[in-house]
């Protein structure tokens, strides 16, 4: 594998400082591409995406989630929410994989992401059904996670350390 | 992003069928390293990963999976069971972005790769304490996935069809 291959897996870490511009849509739906091509089991591809990018949306999210508008998206100007069919096979799995597609594919047009991981209290509570509806979200889909989005502001962040001894061989 | 870049989401295909010879050790090792960068919450990175190229061992391990001994690894060179913590944060997740790393690592050095669920049912279950301890997973650790590795023999299957009308997009 050429550096310019491995690179990408070191590249890719979690941005908290965002440009307010917006992700062009080409770079978006290259994304969006990239998520539809994961692998998901017997290949059901049981996932919905909904792409937030109206700032007031944003903004209530965040509220509903921590009561802080800055938090959790970092002022993102695009927030991508991943779902599962409730009768996924493996729900967790599959738009994680998914989710993985898009984090690199934004790598790779200098985007930086943010697994968000409190955005499903939000869809996935009832009290805020109308919200979900609103969002273009389908009946009897389950909120697994979610992406902030954006242009990276000033941060080109080095991995922390790896932790060692995670592995055993077997020969 | 460059077509050299974008062909990564649709080379990863799930390959069922494997030469015999094993992966390099350069391979092997560059898809472990792939897999310690992947995020994780509050970059616990509470996984381990048993690397399984023992023969007997997959036999065995298909064997009680599926009780045939060619599934479900299809005779792959390699298979690696990812594990985690049992007091992680988010072990499928975590797990999941740390296998998709190592699929595309795989991709990168033209090795093939297949996400085999049912190794959980094995290593989870009590019955097998002996096996999931001699290939040296620690105690307190759950599997979570795996995969099945080695050289695709013959295999270059295209995407099967994507399911469209998957996203909204609120601006």
Same mark, same amino acid.
Request: one cysteine or more.
């Given at each position: 594998?050429?550096?310019?291959?491995? =690179?990408?897996?070191?590249?890719?870490?979690?941005?908290?400082?965002?440009?307010?511009?917006?992700?062009?849509?080409?770079?978006?739906?290259?994304?969006?591409?990239?998520?539809?091509?994961?692998?998901?089991?017997?290949?059901?591809?049981?996932?919905?995406?909904?792409?937030?990018?109206?700032?007031?949306?944003?903004?209530?999210?965040?509220?509903?989630?921590?009561?802080?508008?800055?938090?959790?998206? *970092?002022?993102?100007?695009?927030?991508?929410?991943?779902? =599962?069919? !409730?009768?996924?096979?493996?729900?967790?799995? !599959?738009?994680?994989?998914?989710?993985?597609?898009?984090?690199?594919?934004?790598?790779?047009?200098?985007?930086?992401?943010?697994?968000?991981?409190?955005?499903?209290?939000?869809?996935?509570?009832?009290?805020?059904?109308?919200?979900?509806?609103?969002?273009?979200?389908?009946?009897? *889909?389950?909120?697994?996670?979610?992406?902030?989005?954006?242009?990276?502001?000033?941060?080109?962040?080095?991995?922390?350390?790896?932790?060692?001894?995670?592995?055993?061989?077997?020969?």
């Amino acid at each position: 594998m050429d550096d310019l291959r491995k =690179a990408i897996f070191e590249t890719r870490r979690s941005i908290r400082s965002f440009e307010p511009r917006q992700i062009s849509n080409v770079d978006l739906h290259e994304m969006l591409e990239a998520a539809q091509l994961a692998a998901s089991a017997m290949n059901e591809q049981a996932w919905f995406f909904t792409v937030i990018q109206k700032e007031e949306v944003i903004q209530e999210l965040a509220l509903l989630a921590t009561g802080i508008e800055e938090a959790p998206y *970092y002022n993102a100007p695009t927030v991508i929410a991943c779902f =599962a069919a !409730d009768d996924a096979i493996a729900p967790v799995e !599959d738009c994680t994989l998914a989710i993985a597609n898009m984090m690199y594919a934004a790598v790779l047009n200098d985007l930086g992401t943010c697994w968000i991981h409190s955005t499903k209290e939000v869809f996935n509570n009832p009290k805020y059904a109308k919200l979900k509806k609103a969002c273009g979200v389908p009946d009897g *889909y389950t909120c697994i996670g979610s992406l902030a989005v954006g242009y990276p502001r000033n941060e080109s962040p080095k991995p922390e350390s790896r932790k060692q001894n995670v592995f055993s061989i077997i020969r």
